[in-house]
């Protein structure tokens, strides 16, 4: 079975939201340097994410990622 590169960041992405979940929002930075991953690249993914209704997003000073629910479900 072959992953791509966006599938494989996506996973990861998601998977990083849910461990850093009681932190709130995360930036996109904090997500792109704990799985080494470019954030312009990262970027995109995460855009895909938010269609797709896996992740929340916040603009602004205090703005970052989320999960759209609860890690646990």
């Known amino acids: 079975m072959h992953i791509t590169y966006k599938g494989d ?6 998977l990083d939201l849910a461990l850093h979940h ?9 997500i792109a340097q704990r799985i080494d ?3 312009k690249f ?4 995460l855009v895909e994410l938010k269609k797709g209704g896996f992740v ?8 970052g990622y989320s999960l759209s629910r609860d890690p646990s479900k």
């Open 22 to 30: 009681e932190q709130g929002l995360v930036t996109i930075s904090e």
């Open 9 to 14: 960041y996506a996973l990861k992405a998601v």
């Open 56 to 63: 929340e997003s916040r603009r602004g000073k205090v703005g």
């Open 37 to 39: 991953a470019p954030i």
């Open 42 to 45: 990262l970027e995109q993914v």
